[in-house]
């Protein structure tokens, strides 16, 4: 199986994307596309995002760094991040947020404990930069050091960032119990 | 209650294991390639930056105005360089421009180099280009 590296310079050299795209794509499609739902919190977005994203990808192949890092998911995820963050910009998305959420299945979510279907409807109320640092340290399990790459920022930002993250997370968590909890007891 | 770390790990991990669920839906790819294989031919600034970047547009566009300028003294139809028999320290030059010019001086032996001039009038009322023979030496 080719590197990701590998693939990115058949792209380069320009002409029908071809395999060298049908490949990178189906490699990577679900992670940025999730990222780009969690950290964005409406599902357009990261439609519009990942579409871009891989646009990016196949016109600016040339640029990838191989020195880096022979996977480029890194790399995707910064593209990703730039046009997830334009969007947001672009659009008061954020205050559609809240209602919107990740659009996890209703059957799955039927299946998972209370407590996920509660962080699922607690992330919207953390800021960006947050979700951010959770979706690629907590869910993706990227080091503090390649999220600092993805991210642009220092490790120690990261850091700091993460853990008001999770912080910020709990204490929404905590508030929607407590509304359930007030819900039931109020009928 | 989630009050500890594990607890929201916990909860993380259970998290992510349904956002295994969440697929890229499947006409985002189409979409993509329709975009990339798009027959819209690129603008015309963006040609033009592909061949000249623009961080060779100041010595690009400096040499082109030294160019113009260099063109411009040798081709012009009145311009004649030579030093005057009355006073070897002005070279003279006629020009058709009517204003004040800096010009290359073109004087055997001259340097090269720019000088202020002064567009004067002879005295049969052609318009000469006087600037100062950068060869002169006082004796």
């Known amino acids: ?187 | 209650m989630v009050n500890k770390d594990t607890e929201l790990d916990q909860h993380l991990a259970a998290y992510k294991e349904a956002l295994d669920d969440v697929k890229a839906p499947a006409e985002i790819e189409a979409r993509i390639l329709a975009a990339v294989q798009s027959p819209e031919q690129p603008k015309v600034r963006f040609a033009f930056t592909k061949y000249f970047p623009r961080q060779n547009w100041l010595p690009w566009g400096f040499a082109a105005v030294l160019a113009v300028f260099g063109l411009s003294v040798v081709l012009s139809p009145d311009s004649a360089v030579s030093v005057s028999p009355d006073n070897p320290k002005i070279v003279l030059a006629s020009v058709s421009r009517q204003y004040p010019v800096r010009v290359h001086s073109l004087a055997r032996g001259a340097e090269w180099r720019f000088m202020q001039s002064q567009v004067i009038k002879d005295q049969r009322g052609n318009t000469r280009l006087v600037v100062v023979n950068p060869a002169w030496r006082s004796e």
């Open chain 1, 1 to 187: 199986m080719s590197s990701d590296a590998k693939l990115l310079r058949k792209l380069s050299a320009g002409g029908n994307p071809g395999v060298a795209f049908e490949t990178l794509y189906a490699r990577h499609k679900d992670a940025i596309y999730r990222y780009a739902v969690v950290v964005s919190q409406s599902s357009s977005i990261a439609q519009d995002a990942t579409q871009e994203t891989f646009v990016q990808m196949i016109e600016r192949a040339g640029d990838y760094d191989a020195s880096r890092s022979t996977s480029a998911i890194g790399w995707l995820y910064g593209l990703l991040r730039n046009n997830v963050r334009r969007h947001l910009r672009d659009t008061t998305v954020e205050l559609q947020a809240a209602d919107e959420g990740v659009s996890l299945s209703t059957e799955r979510l039927v299946e998972l404990s209370s407590a996920v279907t509660q962080l699922n409807a607690a992330l919207p109320q953390l800021k960006v930069e947050q979700r951010e640092v959770l979706y690629l340290v907590a869910l993706q399990g990227l080091d503090y050091e390649a999220t600092s790459e993805v991210l642009d920022i220092p490790v120690g930002t990261v850091r700091s960032r993460l853990s008001r993250a999770r912080s910020a997370l709990r204490t929404a968590m905590q508030e929607g119990e407590h509304s359930e909890t007030m819900a039931v007891i109020h009928g």
